[in-house]
């Protein structure tokens, strides 16, 4: 799932963008669902995992004629300008649209059978070549990047050979979306309430990445879609990068292990926590398990 080499030199990390869509489970149910698709497991990054629709902040993605095409930006960091926020954000929503068959658009959402017709006529560029951005302008559309809530921000470990700085947004799906993964870099997808996805993880019937499981950790606090976008509005947004470290065997008896330490982790140059939670992943067997760092002595 993961490619870690400690002696490896850092690469520079590029821009990502990542989308938690939640909606409420419904009559009969309660509680808060999220929506999560498995990457197939030949993809080169967390192959056969469990995640949430995203990927690379693309050069589309920046362009400065989005204009009215895209309304509001999710001012992530304080030094972020406007063109740095409605990047990411319309990166999120247009690996959303890709990966998930959800959009947000301001004004009357789209129903589900007409995002997938638009997520197809994209893809396959017909009856002619077409862009996100065309698309909506051509149904007078905007994406509604208002919705998107930050949810944190991760950038891969040092020790990875493929880097990425990934901010996290939180979302409510749009009524009468259903969702649906692509059937080419995603293999499944579903609705699920986050501690569910947990119990899956411990079980060892799914692959989660750290931070994938912390996000879901959090998103188990919230019981309806409305204290969901209030846990998000009280998370930090400054950048979380785990550090790879080697965890001994206290008996000696055997090589020990790994362990992706987090800022608060008194292993890691960061000493105030990020994020809340355990403060690293240790690889136990083929699974990143979140644990307390040991006692100092």
């Known amino acids: 799932m993961l ?151 991760w950038v891969t470990p040092i020790a990875e050979s493929r880097r990425f700085d990934t901010r996290f947004f939180l979302a409510v799906a749009p009524a009468g979306q259903d969702g649906a993964h692509d059937a080419h870099e995603t293999t499944a997808s579903f609705w699920a309430a986050p501690a569910e996805v947990l119990r899956r993880f411990d079980a060892g019937e799914l692959q989660l990445a750290p931070p994938t499981h912390r996000c879901l950790q959090i998103l188990a606090g919230a019981s309806s879609v409305i204290e969901a976008v209030v846990i998000a509005r009280h998370l930090g947004v400054e950048p979380v990068c785990p550090k790879l470290v080697p965890v001994p065997d206290p008996s000696g008896a055997t090589e020990g292990t790994l362990a992706l330490v987090l800022p608060g982790d008194h292993e890691h140059e960061v000493r105030t926590p990020r994020v809340p939670g355990p403060l690293r992943f240790v690889l136990r067997g083929e699974r990143w398990v979140p644990e307390a760092p040991p006692a100092i002595d």
């Open 3 to 153: 490619d870690l080499d400690a002696s490896r030199s850092a690469v520079p990390p590029r821009d990502a963008a990542t989308l938690l869509l939640v909606r409420d489970a419904g009559p009969g149910r309660g509680g808060l669902e999220v929506f999560c698709v498995v990457r197939h497991v030949k993809s080169g990054f967390l192959g056969g995992a469990v995640v949430f629709p995203g990927g690379k902040v693309d050069a589309t993605d920046r362009d400065e004629a989005w204009g009215p095409s895209a309304q509001g930006f999710p001012r992530f960091a304080a030094d972020d300008d406007e063109a740095t926020a409605r990047a990411f954000g319309i990166a999120a929503c247009r690996e959303a649209l890709e990966e998930a068959a959800i959009l947000l658009t301001a004004g009357a959402p789209l129903d589900g059978e007409e995002v997938l017709l638009l997520r197809t006529q994209i893809s396959e560029g017909s009856p002619a070549p077409v862009t996100l951005r065309s698309a909506l302008e051509a149904r007078g559309l905007s994406l509604d990047l208002s919705a998107l809530q930050p949810f944190g921000r």
